[in-house]
């Protein structure tokens, strides 16, 4: 699926709609066939034991979801999560950036149905794995 927004306009998009965000999240890779997006590690993101905690992993997911689609159908603000199904596999290793890497399966005109694996950088092992559906606003 060709890409419309690029990494740099979607960092722009990002700060722009969601700038509570702002700093948490960058962009490694973004192509027609994948999304890489990190969570920056941070104090804020741990649990008591010094793991990212499951609320921060969601948030990582759900937004790598969200720019994977908008890259593709470009900037609307207004598309929202409608399902999120994940599964915490392991625990991600303390102190080291969290990446995800999702897949849009399907792009519909009012669904937009991504996959997401969640590493920790630098192991092979998934942490985590979700499945989301945004549902995209109508066409005007």
């Known amino acids: 699926m060709e890409i419309v927004v690029n990494a740099e306009e979607m960092t722009g998009f990002l700060q722009e709609v969601f700038p509570q965000v702002d700093g948490m999240f960058g962009i490694d890779r973004l192509d027609e066939d994948l999304l890489v997006m990190r969570l920056f590690s941070h104090d804020r993101h741990l649990r008591p034991g010094g793991t990212v905690s499951g609320p921060a992993m969601f948030s990582l997911a759900d937004v790598a979801a969200y720019v994977a689609t908008m890259a593709r159908i470009g900037r609307e603000a207004l598309a929202v999560t409608t399902h999120c199904s994940i599964d915490f596999m392991r625990k991600p290793v303390s102190g080291a950036d969290v990446l995800a890497e999702a897949r849009i399966l399907k792009l519909g005109k009012?669904?937009?149905?991504?996959?997401?694996?969640?590493?920790s950088e630098g192991q092979s092992e998934p942490v985590a794995h979700a499945s989301l559906t945004?549902?995209?606003p109508p066409k005007r």
């Open 134 to 136: 945004y549902s995209l």
């Open 110 to 119: 009012a669904l937009s149905v991504t996959d997401v694996l969640l590493f």
